[in-house]
């Protein structure tokens, strides 16, 4: 293999540090050629120092000279702004884009790389549920590679790996059902954030810890498999499995089933999308089957957990309806995450986005942006509105 560089949209974050720690162990094969974040800038640069990249682009454009100043010693290129990430994917000598920004912000560089005929290592689950169709008709047009980065859909395309020729019977996404698996609406009323932000098997960042303690992490999921794998609602399935060790199942239409595992650890998918096709030699710890030697699995109590029934609800509407979710979920993941509002009023956010907010069946990139737009704004005057009390929506029973 060649010298692979490669973009790292969001290095500062969860995926983006352990992909660089993934680079770090294959010099002779992968390059962190361009570096980027949000707001994180003493970590940007400690990336910078340490890798070395030709380009590195900080979001918050206040924090660009702090940045420039502490790499002038070096050959770093220090850019600054969201329209710079945009441009920069598009570079000649960039290979493949690591998209793992935080949310709604990866849709519009996603493009511009596809575009530019970059493959994407789709860490950003979100740019796939707002413009699922979109993103993936581009990719088709431009021959770029969409290469999963989430450990189930990795898992997914694992299994299907010369299966090509062989029909898809449904898919089984695999939860762990978060740090409030079995809990009731009671409990969920009075959580904090620190409790949902203790995850019992992944290390995450915050918004998508948060969105696996209310199964809408999984909704997501559910979503973004539909298109990367061309499926139908009803082809995919969800099973709660707290040990997290069977990541993700294909059942075949002969009734066979196979199934990827190992130890939770994301740097395992984000190695195998940077080799694909190859699977490279790692020292990672190994999975042993003596120290799990029970694996339970169990439906998901989406009455409990709606955001999950929601997501599957957006599915089956289509259109701009997953935008709307995901926006939604955003805003109110952030309410949350700020106290200012409880935990099960998230998902009375998102359905009232859902009932409220302008459906479109066959939407336009401008659409995405309108409605993206709208909802966040929508959603935003929800939370001011709600008694400040409470924190909290009425419970359903």
Same mark, same amino acid.
């Given at each position: 293999?060649?010298?692979?560089?490669? +973009?790292? *949209?969001?290095?500062?974050?969860?995926?983006?540090?352990?992909?660089?720690?993934?680079? #770090?162990? &294959?010099?002779?094969?992968?390059?962190?050629?361009?570096?980027?974040?949000?707001?994180?800038?003493?970590?940007l640069i400690a990336q910078a120092l340490q890798f070395n990249p030709v380009y590195v682009i900080i979001c918050n454009k206040n924090k660009y000279q702090y940045i420039k100043d502490a790499l002038a010693n070096t050959d770093v290129?220090?850019?600054?702004? /969201?329209?710079? %990430?945009?441009?920069?994917?598009?570079? =000649?000598?960039?290979?493949? /884009?690591?998209?793992?920004?935080?949310?709604?912000?990866?849709?519009?560089?996603?493009?511009?790389?596809?575009?530019? #005929?970059?493959?994407?290592?789709?860490?950003?689950?979100?740019?796939?549920?707002?413009?699922?169709? *979109?993103?993936?008709?581009?990719?088709?047009?431009?021959?770029?590679?969409?290469?999963? $980065?989430?450990?189930?859909?990795?898992?997914?395309?694992?299994?299907?790996?010369?299966?090509?020729?062989?029909?898809?019977?449904?898919?089984?996404?695999?939860?762990? #059902?978060?740090?409030?698996?079995?809990?009731?609406?009671?409990?969920?009323?009075? $959580? *904090?954030?620190?409790?949902?932000?203790?995850h019992p098997n992944w290390v995450m960042g915050a918004k998508i810890t948060i969105d696996s303690a209310s199964l809408m992490n999984k909704g997501l999921e559910v979503i973004e498999a539909r298109w990367l794998f061309g499926l139908?609602?009803?082809?995919?399935?969800?099973?709660?499995? =707290?040990?997290?060790?069977?990541?993700?199942?294909?059942?075949?239409?002969?009734?066979?089933?196979?199934?990827?595992?190992?130890?939770?650890?994301?740097?395992?998918?984000?190695?195998?999308?940077? +080799?694909?096709?190859?699977?490279?030699?790692?020292?990672?710890?190994?999975?042993?089957?003596?120290?799990?030697? &029970?694996?339970?699995?169990?439906?998901?109590?989406?009455?409990?957990?709606?955001?999950?029934?929601?997501?599957?609800?957006?599915? &089956?509407?289509?259109?701009?309806?997953?935008?709307? %979710?995901?926006?939604?979920?955003?805003?109110?993941?952030?309410?949350? !995450?700020?106290?200012?509002?409880?935990?099960?009023?998230?998902?009375?956010?998102?359905?009232?986005?859902?009932? @409220?907010?302008?459906?479109?069946?066959?939407?336009? !990139?401008?659409?995405?942006?309108?409605?993206? @737009?709208?909802?966040?704004?929508?959603?935003?005057? *929800?939370?001011?509105?709600?008694?400040?009390?409470?924190?909290?929506?009425?419970?359903?029973?």
């Open positions: 293999m060649n010298i692979k560089n490669i +973009a790292i *949209l969001g290095s500062t974050g969860s995926i983006g540090t352990q992909a660089l720690d993934v680079i #770090g162990r &294959n010099p002779d094969l992968f390059r962190a050629y361009v570096l980027t974040a949000q707001n994180n800038a003493d970590l290129q220090v850019l600054a702004g /969201v329209e710079a %990430i945009t441009d920069m994917v598009t570079h =000649p000598e960039i290979n493949m /884009v690591l998209t793992a920004m935080v949310g709604f912000s990866g849709l519009e560089p996603t493009i511009a790389a596809i575009k530019a #005929g970059k493959d994407i290592a789709l860490a950003n689950k979100e740019t796939l549920v707002v413009a699922g169709e *979109l993103i993936t008709d581009l990719a088709t047009k431009h021959n770029v590679k969409l290469l999963p $980065v989430d450990s189930e859909h990795s898992a997914i395309f694992q299994c299907l790996a010369g299966e090509e020729n062989n029909s898809i019977e449904k898919i089984i996404l695999t939860a762990s #059902g978060g740090p409030f698996r079995g809990k009731d609406l009671d409990f969920l009323a009075k $959580v *904090l954030r620190e409790d949902a932000l203790k139908d609602a009803d082809q995919i399935d969800v099973i709660v499995h =707290p040990q997290s060790i069977i990541h993700s199942m294909v059942q075949f239409q002969d009734g066979s089933i196979k199934a990827q595992m190992g130890l939770p650890d994301m740097k395992l998918p984000i190695q195998y999308a940077f +080799a694909y096709p190859n699977r490279l030699q790692n020292n990672f710890k190994r999975f042993d089957f003596t120290s799990y030697p &029970n694996l339970t699995f169990e439906k998901p109590d989406i009455k409990t957990f709606r955001n999950l029934a929601l997501a599957f609800d957006a599915l &089956n509407k289509g259109g701009n309806m997953p935008c709307i %979710i995901n926006a939604a979920n955003e805003i109110a993941v952030s309410g949350f !995450l700020n106290n200012s509002i409880g935990f099960l009023a998230m998902s009375e956010i998102i359905e009232t986005c859902m009932q @409220k907010i302008e459906h479109k069946a066959n939407p336009t !990139l401008d659409d995405y942006l309108n409605t993206d @737009k709208e909802t966040r704004i929508f959603a935003q005057n *929800l939370i001011k509105q709600m008694p400040l009390k409470a924190l909290q929506f009425d419970i359903k029973q």
